[in-house]
């Protein structure tokens, strides 16, 4: 195996395992933040309006973190910016 196929590999293989994790500790968060507030609710429900909406800005923040990672992932798959010093 010549280089470039050790750094495609290695590249499918970090991507594997970022998207892995990029997915799965947001979710964990997700489901934090979702318990959280639902003991928040059930101590004053008179708050719900201040909690739902701060829950839902907390949720997309976290949300954005994984789709920010999925971009870089695809970046890394399929225009790697290391593969342009192996070609030349």
């Known amino acids: 195996m010549n280089e470039m ?11 594997v395992l970022g998207i892995a994790l990029a997915v799965m500790l947001p979710a964990l968060a997700m489901g934090r933040a979702i318990g959280q507030a639902l003991d928040a609710l059930a101590r004053q429900p008179d708050a719900e309006k201040s909690i739902m909406r701060t829950l839902f800005i907390g949720l997309a923040m976290i949300e954005s973190l994984a789709i920010y ?20």
């Not at 990672?69 to 030349?88: G, H, Q, S, T």
């Open 69 to 88: 990672a999925l971009v870089i992932v695809l970046i890394v798959l399929f225009r790697n910016p290391l593969l342009e010093y192996l070609i030349k």
């Open 5 to 15: 196929t050790w750094l495609v590999i290695a590249s499918t293989v970090a991507a």
